[in-house]
C-alpha cells in the first residue's frame, strides 16, 4: 500500500469522530451521511480553523442538506447525454470519461452527488465501455478523465486508462479532473508525475475553492505536476461562506498563479438537491469578475459560467463592458467605471469589405498607383 492510501485510510468517516470532533449531533450527522457520504482527510480536516469557516463549509456534513426546498438530483441532465454509463457525450468533439466514483473527500455541493460515493453508479466495470465508445467515436478529439476522482485510482489502474486513450489515434489531447491536490496533496508523487508523463499532451484540472487550501504541502504537489510539463488549470465553485467574496477571490486567483496554476473556470453552484444553503445570486459572480479583471493580472481572470440547468453546457456570464453596439460607435466602459467609445469601421455598409479571391501571379494593386511605382 502507498503513503497515500495510509493516509486516506486515517480519514475521518464515521459520525462518532465527526460529532465528536466537531460538537455535532451524531443522529443528525448520520441522518445527513445516509444522503450523501462524507470523509475528509486528516490534512484537509487539519486546515479548518472553526467551525463554520470555508474550509468546514465544503466539507462537514450539515443538517442543511436535508432540505427539500428545491435543486434537482441530475440539474445537469447529464444521464440523458450518457451513451453509456461512464460516459457523457455533450459536446461535438469531446467526452467526460467517469473513471472513478471515490473522492478523496466529499465536497457537500458536488453535483454528481447522486452517484459519487456509491460503487454501483461509477462501476470500474463501466471503464472498457468507455473506451470502446471513445475508440467507436473518430469525432472526440479531448477526453476529460473524471469521476469521482480519478486520482482515487492506484496508479496502475490509472495508467492502463491513459495507455489505452493514446492507443486511439483520435484522441488529440487528455485531461485529468482531480481535487486530490487540494484534500491529499501526498498522492502526487514523483512516481505518479513520471507515469502521467508518457501520456502528453495531458493537461489537468485541480479545484481549489480558498486561499487557505494552497498550503506549502499543495504547492509541492504542483509543482511536481508542473515540472512534468503538465498545463494547470483550476476550477472554483462559487458557495456562500466560502468565497462569495471578490478579496478572497483575487487572493486565491493570485495565490493559484504563484503556484503555476491558471484559473480556468468560476461556477456559479448548480441547481442540486440539498445544496441550497452554499448558493449564492449569480449577480455576486459578476461583482468578482468585476473586481478582478483589470486590477489584476489578465492571466488570473477565470470564466464565469452557469453550467445551465437541463444540459445547455457551460454558459459565459460576463459583466457588462458593452454598452452599446450601432453602426457607428461601441461604447465601452472599462474595469474603473470610464466609458470610452470605439468608432466602426467607415464603409458605406459599415462592413468589413469582402476580399477578393487572390490569383496567383496576377496581382494588380489597382488603387494603389503609389505602391505600383514602389514595386516597378
Ligand atoms: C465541462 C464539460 C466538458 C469540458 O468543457 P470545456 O469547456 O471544454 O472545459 C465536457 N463535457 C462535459 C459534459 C462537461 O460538463
Ligand atoms: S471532488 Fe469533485 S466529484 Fe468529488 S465530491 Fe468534490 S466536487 Fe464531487
Same mark, same amino acid.
Given at each position: 500500500m502507498?503513503d497515500?492510501?495510509n493516509?486516506l485510510k486515517?480519514?475521518?468517516?464515521k459520525?462518532e469522530e465527526?460529532?465528536?470532533?466537531?460538537?455535532?449531533?451524531?443522529?443528525?450527522?448520520?441522518?445527513v451521511?445516509k444522503?450523501f457520504?462524507?470523509r475528509?482527510?486528516?490534512y484537509?480536516?487539519n486546515?479548518?480553523?472553526?467551525?463554520g469557516?470555508?474550509?468546514y463549509r465544503q466539507?462537514?456534513?450539515?443538517?442543511?442538506?436535508l432540505?427539500e426546498?428545491?435543486?434537482?438530483?441530475?440539474?445537469?441532465?447529464?444521464d440523458?447525454d450518457?451513451?453509456v454509463?461512464?460516459?457523457?457525450h455533450?459536446y461535438p468533439?469531446?467526452v467526460?470519461?467517469?473513471?472513478?466514483?471515490?473522492c478523496?473527500?466529499?465536497?457537500r455541493f458536488?453535483?454528481r452527488k447522486r452517484?459519487?460515493?456509491?460503487?454501483t453508479?461509477?462501476n470500474p466495470?463501466s471503464?472498457e465501455?468507455?473506451?470502446?465508445?471513445?475508440?467507436?467515436?473518430?469525432e472526440?478529439?479531448d =477526453?476529460?478523465i473524471? /469521476?469521482?476522482?480519478p486520482l482515487?485510482l492506484s496508479d496502475?489502474?490509472?495508467?492502463?486508462? #491513459?495507455k489505452?486513450? @493514446?492507443?486511439i489515434e483520435h484522441i488529440?489531447?487528455?485531461?485529468?479532473?482531480s481535487?486530490?491536490p487540494c484534500?491529499l496533496?501526498?498522492?502526487?508523487?514523483p512516481k505518479?508525475v513520471k507515469m502521467?508523463q508518457?501520456?502528453h499532451?495531458?493537461?489537468?484540472n485541480v479545484?481549489?475553492?480558498?486561499p487557505d487550501?494552497?498550503?506549502?504541502?499543495a504547492?509541492?504537489?504542483?509543482n511536481l505536476?508542473?515540472n512534468?510539463g503538465?498545463?494547470?488549470?483550476?476550477?472554483? =465553485?462559487?458557495?456562500k /461562506?466560502?468565497?462569495?467574496?471578490?478579496?478572497v477571490?483575487?487572493k486565491l486567483?493570485q495565490? #493559484?498563479?504563484t503556484v @503555476?496554476v491558471?484559473?480556468y473556470?468560476?461556477y456559479?453552484?448548480?441547481?442540486?438537491k440539498?445544496?441550497?444553503y452554499?448558493?449564492?445570486?449569480v449577480s455576486?459572480?459578476?461583482?468578482?469578475?468585476?473586481a478582478?479583471r483589470?486590477?489584476?493580472?489578465g492571466?488570473?481572470?477565470?470564466?464565469?459560467?452557469?453550467?445551465?440547468p437541463?444540459g445547455g453546457g457551460?454558459?459565459?456570464l460576463?459583466?457588462?463592458y458593452?454598452?452599446?453596439?450601432?453602426?457607428?460607435k461601441v =461604447?465601452?466602459r472599462?474595469?474603473?467605471?470610464?466609458v470610452?467609445?470605439y468608432p466602426q469601421?467607415?464603409?458605406p455598409?459599415?462592413q468589413v469589405?469582402a476580399q477578393?479571391?487572390?490569383q496567383?501571379?496576377?496581382?494588380?494593386?489597382?488603387?494603389?498607383?503609389e505602391?505600383?511605382?514602389?514595386m516597378?
Amino acid at each position: 500500500m502507498d503513503d497515500w492510501q495510509n493516509l486516506l485510510k486515517g480519514s475521518l468517516t464515521k459520525p462518532e469522530e465527526i460529532a465528536e470532533r466537531f460538537g455535532l449531533d451524531v443522529e443528525e450527522v448520520k441522518k445527513v451521511a445516509k444522503n450523501f457520504k462524507f470523509r475528509i482527510t486528516p490534512y484537509y480536516a487539519n486546515l479548518i480553523k472553526e467551525k463554520g469557516d470555508p474550509i468546514y463549509r465544503q466539507i462537514v456534513p450539515d443538517p442543511a442538506e436535508l432540505a427539500e426546498n428545491s435543486g434537482a438530483a441530475d440539474p445537469l441532465n447529464e444521464d440523458e447525454d450518457s451513451p453509456v454509463p461512464s460516459i457523457v457525450h455533450r459536446y461535438p468533439d469531446r467526452v467526460l470519461f467517469l473513471v472513478s466514483h471515490s473522492c478523496g473527500s466529499y465536497c457537500r455541493f458536488c453535483t454528481r452527488k447522486r452517484k459519487v460515493g456509491d460503487s454501483t453508479k461509477i462501476n470500474p466495470r463501466s471503464i472498457e465501455d468507455g473506451l470502446e465508445y471513445i475508440r467507436q467515436h473518430p469525432e472526440i478529439r479531448d =477526453v476529460i478523465i473524471s /469521476g469521482g476522482d480519478p486520482l482515487m485510482l492506484s496508479d496502475n489502474k490509472l495508467e492502463y486508462i #491513459l495507455k489505452s486513450l @493514446r492507443a486511439i489515434e483520435h484522441i488529440q489531447i487528455l485531461r485529468i479532473g482531480s481535487r486530490m491536490p487540494c484534500f491529499l496533496p501526498q498522492r502526487i508523487t514523483p512516481k505518479l508525475v513520471k507515469m502521467l508523463q508518457r501520456y502528453h499532451p495531458l493537461y489537468m484540472n485541480v479545484h481549489f475553492n480558498h486561499p487557505d487550501e494552497i498550503t506549502e504541502e499543495a504547492a509541492r504537489a504542483l509543482n511536481l505536476l508542473a515540472n512534468a510539463g503538465i498545463p494547470l488549470g483550476n476550477q472554483t =465553485v462559487l458557495l456562500k /461562506g466560502v468565497n462569495d467574496d471578490p478579496e478572497v477571490m483575487k487572493k486565491l486567483v493570485q495565490k #493559484l498563479l504563484t503556484v @503555476r496554476v491558471r484559473p480556468y473556470y468560476i461556477y456559479q453552484a448548480d441547481y442540486v438537491k440539498g445544496t441550497e444553503y452554499l448558493r449564492t445570486k449569480v449577480s455576486k459572480g459578476l461583482e468578482i469578475i468585476q473586481a478582478i479583471r483589470g486590477w489584476t493580472s489578465g492571466l488570473a481572470v477565470p470564466q464565469f459560467v452557469i453550467d445551465a440547468p437541463g444540459g445547455g453546457g457551460k454558459i459565459p456570464l460576463l459583466p457588462a463592458y458593452v454598452q452599446s453596439v450601432d453602426d457607428e460607435k461601441v =461604447v465601452l466602459r472599462n474595469y474603473q467605471g470610464k466609458v470610452f467609445v470605439y468608432p466602426q469601421v467607415d464603409s458605406p455598409d459599415n462592413q468589413v469589405p469582402a476580399q477578393k479571391p487572390a490569383q496567383k501571379g496576377a496581382f494588380k494593386p489597382e488603387f494603389m498607383p503609389e505602391l505600383e511605382e514602389m514595386m516597378y
